[in-house]
C-alpha cells in the first residue's frame, strides 16, 4: 500500500481541489491510500470526506500528513 499525501494551498471550488478530488475517488484503493491536507475547510473537503478520503485542516495539519506519507503530492500556486 503506497500512502500519498495531498498537499493543497486553500480549499475552494477550483481546479487543483477538483483535480485532488478526482484522484482519490478512482485511485485504485487496493493499491493506494491518499490523505488530504488544507489550511481551511471548504465544500471539497466534505466531498472528499464522504469518499472516505481524510481531510485534515490547519497548518499544522501539514507536517502529520506529510510524516504519514510514502509520498507528497505539493499543489501549489505562487
Known sequence: MI???HILPFM???GI???VLMLCKFQNRSEFDSIVAAPHEGVIADEMR???T???TG???YRGVMRW???VNLHWTD
Open 54 to 56: 481524510p481531510v485534515y
Open 69 to 71: 506519507a510514502d509520498l
Open 12 to 14: 475552494g471550488v477550483g
Open 59 to 61: 497548518w499544522a495539519s
Open 17 to 19: 481541489e477538483d483535480m
Open 3 to 5: 500512502h500519498i499525501a
Open 50 to 52: 464522504k469518499m472516505g
